[in-house]
């Protein structure tokens, strides 16, 4: 694949070409396949980012173009020797020209956050517990690909962002259309794809680590589906980052959803938390599986029902009761299992016959209460893992030796 890329301003336009050993065809995040559907994509910025590393930009075009590289990608400006020797040990691509008098780039000495807005980047900074700069992916309109996304409301979801920053945050947002590049549905080619911004702006903002919400569904559970030691290719990423002079951090990798939302109410701004990309500026839309996970997910911590009025809405989405009714395995099976065996009265709602098919219980499911610990060591450099573990000591308990097991021997399908 031979990129041509044109920055103008705080406007970064990608051009892409074809070599002929590639193809339309690729595998992205959480092993879905994907196809190239168009040519370009553009990144915009809302800082000037000066002069950028060729390392950080070689990374940035990465993080998005990486499925239908199959065995080089060419750029209009060389990178470091050491950068290039990285992708090839660990993405097994050619990526030049390389620059041999090019030094790779320093870590700086600043942290940033990715930031949706949601419960687990709030809890993320908990845990870290230091000044970090905010940074949000905004989804934009491709000139040439139609909309296949309309419910997705990406104004609304900067706006709820954007509460933040009004409270003193430092916030940046990048708006770019790379997610057209994909069919059968807007998607990031891969989750790293959302650290565009921040990896284009670490240089003028002196970033060293980048720090992600990203919990144990995502690290190690394929979002409930099963266990798999090194995620979505974390190990890759994490080299490839760091040879950027960035580091990948996750606190929460050993944390679940209900860990994360319960530390998240220790933040100063928990009350703009929102996962629903689907609702207005006033409320979540209460109709989409992140609402459905959500409420169920409250409800349980707080041993209530579900309103009544939630129910309604739920069920009104056809969607969410074919879920219902049909058998397992589920996507984000762990978290059903775990909110129905606590809900109260979730068995005389359209609920009922997805509670009855995981017949889970309280016990079985005790192990998603606590931190699992190995998370520490894989995911963590250690002055992190250290200052994450005393954190953790005012918020949750590590998992014992059988429920670390558990884990490892994960798998919806029984």
């Not at 790379?178 to 959302?194: G, I, K, R, S």
């Not at 893992?385 to 884990?407: C, N, S, W, Y």
Request: aromatic share 6%.
């Amino acid at each position: 694949m031979r990129v041509r890329t044109l920055t103008s301003g705080r406007k970064l336009e990608v051009a892409l070409r074809l070599d002929p050993e590639d193809d339309l065809q690729g595998s992205g995040q959480q092993e879905m396949a994907i196809q190239l559907l168009t040519d370009s994509a553009t990144i915009e910025l809302d800082a000037d980012p000066g002069r950028i590393h060729p390392d950080l930009l070689a990374l940035a075009l990465l993080a998005f173009l990486a499925p239908w590289a199959k065995r080089r990608l060419l750029l209009d400006q060389g990178v470091s020797a050491g950068f290039a020797d990285t992708v090839s040990e660990h993405v097994g691509i050619e990526i030049g020209p390389v620059d041999d008098s090019l030094p790779q780039r320093r870590p700086g000495s600043k942290h940033g956050l990715m930031y949706s807005g949601g419960p687990d980047c709030m809890a993320a900074q908990v845990l870290l517990d230091t000044p970090m700069t905010l940074f949000h992916f905004r989804r934009v309109r491709h000139p040439r690909v139609p909309n296949r996304a309309t419910r997705f409301q990406a104004g609304v979801q900067e706006a709820v962002v954007r509460r933040t920053e009004s409270r003193g945050e430092e916030l940046h947002v990048a708006r770019s259309d790379l997610e057209y590049l994909c069919l059968p549905f807007p998607t990031f080619p891969h989750w790293v794809a959302l650290t565009v911004g921040a990896v284009l702006l670490a240089e003028t903002l002196d970033l060293g680590r980048i720090a992600t919400g990203r919990n144990i569904s995502g690290i190690y559970l394929g979002w409930g589906k099963r266990f798999t030691p090194d995620g979505e290719q974390e190990s890759r990423w994490e080299a490839l980052y760091s040879a950027a002079g960035l580091s990948l951090i996750h606190p929460l990798a050993g944390a679940t959803d209900i860990v994360s939302k319960r530390i998240s109410t220790t933040y100063p701004h928990h009350d703009l938390a929102r996962s629903c990309v689907a609702g207005t500026l006033e409320a979540p839309c209460h109709r989409c599986k992140k609402c459905l996970l959500t409420e169920l997910i409250k409800a349980a911590i707080a041993g209530a029902p579900l309103p009544e009025h939630v129910v309604a809405s739920l069920s009104s989405n056809k969607s969410l009761t074919r879920l219902a009714n049909r058998p397992p395995p589920y996507a984000d099976q762990h978290l059903l299992a775990y909110t129905l065996a606590r809900v109260p009265g979730a068995e005389s709602t359209f609920l009922a016959p997805l509670k009855a098919k995981l017949a889970a219980s309280a016990d079985s499911t005790g192990w998603m209460d606590r931190y699992y610990r190995p998370a520490l060591i894989d995911r963590l450099p250690s002055d992190v893992a250290d200052q994450v573990a005393q954190r953790l000591e005012g918020h949750v308990d590590f998992m014992t030796p059988e429920e670390e097991k558990i884990v490892e021997n994960w798998s919806a399908a029984g």
